[in-house]
C-alpha cells in the first residue's frame, strides 16, 4: 500500500443516525397519507437496506397503493424504492440530495449488519429474530450482485493485527453503550477468520488473523441503484420538507420516509443520535486486494475502487453532530498505515 499524506484524495466526515432501540419501520396516518418510517439504522445501513426494505414494504402493500412517494436517496430510500418497483409499484423519491452528495456516500462499504445498530440494554423484544430476518434476506440480494460490470458488491480478505491476543479485549470507549453481538446467529454465511503464525504472514504485528469480507464499492452501487431505479419508470424530484405537514400536498398517499438522519430535525425525533465517522481515499491501487485493520489503533484500510479507504474513528464522536473534517485525524491515520511498512 503507497501510504502518504499527499496521496489523500478525498475526505468525507458522515453522522450515522443511530437509536439506541434500532431502527423506526412503523407507519402512521398523519396529514392526511399513510407514512411508513424507515429510519435510524446507525452504522448497518448499506448492510441490512434489503431487508429492512422488505420490512418497510409489508406496511406499505398493508395499503395496496398503485404508486408511492420515497422521500430519500440514501442506502436506504434507494434500496426502498427498489423493492417497491420490484413488488409492482410506481415510485417517485423525493429528496434534498441525491448521490454522490447523500451521507450514504461517506460509508466504509463494508457488510456490517449489526455495526451500531441498537444498544444492548434497550434492544426491543424480538429484535433479535427480526434483525436475523432482515440481515439473511440482504445478504442474499447481495449475492445476486457480484461478479457484475463495476463490482457493486466483492468479496476481499483482509488482515487484522493486534499487538495484544485477540482474546483479550480492548478498553470500552466510555462515551458508547454496549452493544450485541448479533452476527454470531450468523456462522453459517459468515466466512471464518484464521489465526496466523509468525511466518505466515508479511507484517510485523505480534498477533494476526485472516478473515473474507463483503466490501461495497459504494460509488458505483449508488450509480446501479439509481440507473436500474430510472430504468424501471422511477423519478427523482429535488424537493427539501421542512415540516412533515408538506407531506399533505404530494400527489401520492402513501409515503416511505428514509430521511435518515434527517428525520431528526424534521421529524423533531430526538431518538436519533449522531454517531460521527470520517473516511478519506488514497489513490486507488487497483493491485491491492486485501483489507487491513489494526485493532486499537483506531485504523482501517478497505481497497475500494475509488481509492484505499481509511476509515477512522475518534474517542467522542458517539452524540456528535460535528461534520467538519478534520484532516490532521486521517493523516495520522496515513501515517499508521505507513509504519506497517516501513
Ligand atoms: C463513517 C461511516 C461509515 C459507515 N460504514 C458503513 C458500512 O461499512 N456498512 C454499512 O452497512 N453501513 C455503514 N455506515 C452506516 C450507513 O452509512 C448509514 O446507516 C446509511 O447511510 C443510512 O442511510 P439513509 O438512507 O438512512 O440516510 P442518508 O444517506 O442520510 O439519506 C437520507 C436521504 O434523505 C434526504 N433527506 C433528509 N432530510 C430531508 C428533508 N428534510 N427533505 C428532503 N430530503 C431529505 C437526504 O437528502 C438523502 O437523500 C457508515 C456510516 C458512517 C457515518
Not at 244 to 254: A, I, M
Not at 264 to 286: C, N, Y
Request: charged share 25%.
Amino acid at each position: 500500500m503507497r501510504a502518504t499524506p499527499d496521496r489523500l484524495i478525498d475526505i468525507s466526515v458522515c453522522t450515522r443516525p443511530f437509536r439506541m432501540q434500532g431502527p423506526r419501520i412503523e407507519s402512521e396516518h398523519c396529514f392526511g397519507k399513510t407514512v411508513v418510517h424507515h429510519y435510524g439504522h446507525g452504522g448497518s445501513g448499506w448492510s441490512l437496506s434489503w431487508g429492512s426494505a422488505r420490512v418497510a414494504m409489508g406496511l406499505v402493500l398493508a395499503h395496496r397503493p398503485r404508486r408511492i412517494a420515497v422521500i430519500g436517496a440514501g442506502a436506504i430510500g434507494l434500496t426502498t424504492a427498489r423493492v417497491a418497483q420490484r413488488a409492482g409499484l410506481r415510485v417517485r423519491i423525493y429528496c434534498k440530495d441525491r448521490p454522490p452528495e447523500v451521507r450514504s456516500s461517506a460509508a466504509t462499504g463494508l457488510w456490517t449488519p449489526d455495526s451500531r445498530l441498537c444498544a444492548s440494554a434497550a434492544m426491543p423484544p424480538g429484535f433479535e429474530s427480526a434483525w436475523e430476518a432482515m440481515a439473511r434476506s440482504s445478504f442474499k440480494t447481495y449475492q445476486s450482485l457480484l461478479g457484475i460490470e463495476g463490482a457493486p458488491v466483492e468479496w476481499r480478505d483482509g488482515y487484522a493485527l493486534s499487538d495484544i491476543p485477540f482474546e483479550q479485549p480492548l478498553p470500552d470507549d466510555p462515551d458508547e453503550p454496549a452493544y450485541p453481538d448479533l452476527t454470531a446467529r450468523l456462522t453459517d454465511i459468515h466466512p471464518r477468520s484464521k489465526t496466523l503464525r509468525p511466518g505466515e504472514h508479511p507484517f510485523r504485528a505480534s498477533h494476526v488473523r485472516r478473515f473474507t469480507q463483503m466490501t461495497f464499492n459504494i460509488a458505483s452501487y449508488q450509480r446501479l441503484l439509481m440507473d436500474d431505479f430510472e430504468r424501471e419508470g422511477g423519478e427523482f424530484e429535488t424537493r427539501e420538507f421542512r415540516h412533515p405537514r408538506e407531506f399533505g400536498g404530494l400527489r401520492e398517499s402513501v409515503i416511505v420516509n428514509c430521511t435518515g438522519y434527517g428525520a431528526r430535525e424534521l421529524l423533531g425525533d430526538e431518538s436519533i443520535i449522531p454517531v460521527r465517522g470520517q473516511t478519506a481515499r488514497l489513490i486507488p491501487q487497483p493491485e491491492v486486494d486485501y483489507m487491513l485493520s489494526y485493532r486499537g489503533h483506531n485504523l482501517i484500510v478497505v481497497p475500494r475502487r475509488d481509492g484505499l479507504l481509511v476509515a477512522t474513528q475518534e474517542p467522542h464522536d458517539f452524540n456528535n453532530p460535528d461534520a467538519r473534517i478534520d484532516r490532521a485525524v486521517s493523516e495520522a491515520a496515513v501515517e499508521r498505515l505507513a509504519q506497517l511498512f516501513a
